[in-house]
């Protein structure tokens, strides 16, 4: 059994790998979407819960073993897998050069081509790694059949534990390696377990421990077995639609980099991990569980609800074990134990119940993000989702047990702890004594604050605030062009203070912004809000802003981009890397100006901004920089940027623009235009040149989509290569 372990262990971490690597490849070639997740997301699970299902009915429909051993077919379906790390990128960058040939520029359109070709790439090699679990238990029922009986819980944690170390682990390969390279890492580990397994199958065969022509005999059929589907089914529903609750809740704590998602992510496999360590020790002795299982299931799904109120002080970590660990270990414990109840060994029966779980994991994230969050608050989509258990929790005062005065004090006891944690959870948003909230399916949005202090949250982490640099955004860039202006593009809409600014030289824009509820707040930041979005030269598209670009013919002469804080946001280098700039260098006319800010410095961030810095240079052949105090203004040209002096580019701007350049400032007695000179004299006499930074770490390499420096830094930040500036990301 230990080699089972072993194989399971490895192909759990190889599987979160794939997943991690071939969500963000999709996300480079298809869009950093909500909708786009989703798609990639469920068509990894439909695979998983396809594969065992099929390979479960394929296994019982055999009369006899046909003279292959299991073993030996394990091994041939993890080499298979193997392969999928090659194939799957080609088979996206393929995917993308196809949507590129139709042209498809709606949106839904191209959510039904890309998704259908997702899963033409991803459902094949996942139906195989569902297709593991059931041929792993015939393979134990073929030579260790004493174990058979219990040989799903034990695989299942195996895998767990190897999924475990995948939660981090990929991490650090794709900051030493790329995101193909940790692919490769997947490829070896898959081959591995795949010659492994031959090997070992060989020497099962001499040692005669495998009886080729022995019948398959069908377990005896499990009690109540629609109900333990059901609960299969639930269990996955509600814990990975708590999972997107989770994510929502826990941001204004952890922020929005990987490693935040990471930690979240590892602390529910550690403790379903220890759940069924738990339950295979409980198990071994054991047939029936205490009643009050499912009741404590069902009060510990509303540990968030005060774990991540903002009115209690409390470590990071402290604050997600306490919310989550209970629930999840729970879990952790009922899942196998559920399955080993409904199976009894039976391979066909497992990959069964395996598919009705894996159903309810696909839908979960559904009904949370698309049915409850645009909707209700966080606190109360956690509460709608754990109301089956509580009704499941009910069970021991409907059944003999309600005779027994402990358990059901115990269960009143539990119930009336759930209803308290009911009451007292408090959502993020109630910490903030002035706030306009709104929901959509990608996430929820904040306006708090006053005045100047005017804030904008999403998921409860700062985006912006109301500062001059945001107008410096627009008004250099089109001060510096060569001509008169005729239209521009900003991504990233932010507080609209951008698309606001580059409104006032009168020429057409268009915001491409992510979060369709953050343009809603327009005028929560901008008096004039209403008015400047009425005018038919103001267009907001709701789309990530690289999938914008890709799908649409529109040329610009400015394209201005501020992506989300802070830098190693999780995706935002999507936004920096060269195979970016290549689309929107496509997307300018000649002569046309991109202008990139990067909210980090030299000093404070060499590695980062010497990646950026070089793919910037690597794309555009003119680049000029102008530091400000808490980052960097780059415009990109393929023609040369004329050196103007402050006074000419003021001079090139209209009075509107001129004025909504300085609204924040204290003009002088000199004038607004005096003003403006001065702000943007001091960008001129601070001006660098791209090989002082790139001077600063000479061996950073440039940033691609395949290597996402600004991400992934923990390694060079523990061997002391990160500037104190980002240590607090």
Not at 9 to 36: D, H, K, N, P
Not at 518 to 533: A, I, Q, T
Request: charged letters at 15%.
């Amino acid at each position: 059994m230990n080699w089972y372990f072993i194989f399971f262990f490895i192909s759990g971490f190889c599987s979160v790998l794939y997943e991690l690597v071939w969500l963000r490849l999709a996300m480079a070639q298809f869009g950093v979407t909500t909708a786009m997740v989703s798609i990639v997301l469920a068509v990894f699970m439909a695979g998983l819960g396809l594969g065992s299902w099929a390979s479960g009915r394929w296994l019982g429909s055999r009369k006899n073993n046909d003279g292959i051993p299991a073993l030996r077919l394990y091994a041939l379906v993890e080499l298979l897998i193997g392969a999928s790390g090659l194939v799957v990128p080609q088979a996206f960058f393929w995917g993308r050069r196809v949507l590129e040939h139709f042209g498809l520029s709606s949106s839904l359109g191209y959510y039904c081509v890309a998704g259908l070709w997702v899963g033409f790439s991803v459902v094949p090699w996942c139906a195989l790694m569902g297709a593991t679990l059931p041929v792993a238990m015939q393979a134990i029922g073929q030579t260790i059949p004493v174990e058979s009986r219990r040989s799903f819980s034990y695989l299942y944690m195996a895998n767990v534990a190897g999924a475990v170390v995948g939660t981090d682990l990929p991490l650090f390969l794709i900051e030493l390696l790329g995101f193909r390279g940790t692919l490769k890492i997947g490829v070896a580990c898959n081959c591995l377990i795949a010659i492994s397994a031959f090997a070992l199958s060989r020497k099962s065969l001499q040692r005669g421990a495998v009886q080729p022509e022995r019948e398959v005999v069908p377990s005896p059929p499990s009690s109540g077995g629609g109900k333990i589907l059901a609960l299969l089914f639930l269990s996955g529903l509600t814990s990975m639609g708590m999972e997107v609750v989770w994510v929502r809740t826990y941001t204004p704590y952890f922020g929005t980099v990987v490693y935040a998602f990471a930690s979240l992510l590892g602390v529910y496999l550690l403790a379903t991990l220890i759940g069924s360590v738990l339950y295979r020790r409980w198990s071994s002795s054991h047939t029936q569980e205490n009643p009050l299982l499912w009741t404590l299931l069902a009060t510990s799904a509303l540990f968030p609800l005060v774990a991540a109120t903002p009115f209690i002080r409390m470590a990071q970590m402290p604050r997600l074990v306490l919310g989550i660990a209970a629930f999840t270990g729970l879990l952790g414990f009922i899942t196998p134990m559920l399955v080993d109840r409904f199976s009894l060994g039976n391979p066909e029966k497992a990959g069964t119940a395996y598919a009705t779980n894996v159903v309810g994991c696909i839908l979960g994230p559904l009904l949370a993000g698309f049915g409850l969050l645009p909707f209700v608050s966080e606190r109360w989509a956690l509460i709608i989702l754990t109301l089956p258990w509580l009704i499941v929790g009910l069970a021991p005062l409907r059944r003999a047990e309600r005779s027994r005065p402990a358990v059901r004090l115990a269960v009143y006891a539990l119930l009336a702890l759930a209803a308290v944690l009911m009451a007292a959870g408090r959502g993020y948003e109630e910490g903030l004594p002035q706030r306009v909230v709104l929901r959509d399916p990608t996430a929820t949005v904040i306006a708090t604050g006053t005045g100047m202090d005017r804030k904008l949250l999403v998921n409860g982490f700062g985006m912006t605030s109301l500062t001059p640099i945001t107008k410096v955004m627009a008004h250099l860039p089109l001060a510096f062009l060569d001509r008169p202006p005729q239209d521009a593009l900003v991504i990233c809409f932010g507080m609209g203070t951008t698309f606001r600014s580059l409104r006032s030289w009168g020429i057409p824009v268009t915001a491409a912004e992510l979060v369709p509820s953050v343009p809603r707040l327009f005028s929560y930041y901008h008096s004039d809000g209403e008015k400047v979005l009425a005018s038919p030269l103001a267009h907001v598209v709701i789309d990530d802003g690289r999938r914008y670009l890709e799908r649409t013919p529109q040329q610009y002469d400015i394209i201005t981009i501020d992506p989300p804080p802070p830098l190693q946001a999780a995706g935002s280098s999507l936004l920096y890397s060269e195979e970016f700039y290549a689309i929107a260098r496509r997307h300018l006319r000649p002569g046309g100006i991109l202008q990139q800010w990067l909210p980090a410095t030299s000093e404070d961030d060499p590695i980062d901004v010497a990646a950026v810095a070089r793919s910037l240079r690597d794309s555009f052949p003119y680049v000029r920089v102008f530091p400000e105090e808490f980052g960097l203004h780059f415009l990109c040209s393929d023609r040369p940027i004329l050196n103007r002096s402050a006074e000419d580019l003021v001079q090139r701007m209209p009075a509107s623009a001129v004025t909504d350049l300085v609204e924040w400032d204290s003009p002088s007695e000199d004038g607004i235009s005096a003003a403006a000179e001065d702000r943007l004299g001091d960008l001129l006499r601070g001006e660098l040149t791209v090989e002082q930074l790139i001077a600063r770490s000479p061996d950073t390499p440039a940033l691609t989509d395949d290597r996402p420096i600004t991400e992934y830094y923990i390694l060079r930040g523990w061997f002391g290569r990160r500037g104190p500036g980002t240590a607090s990301h």
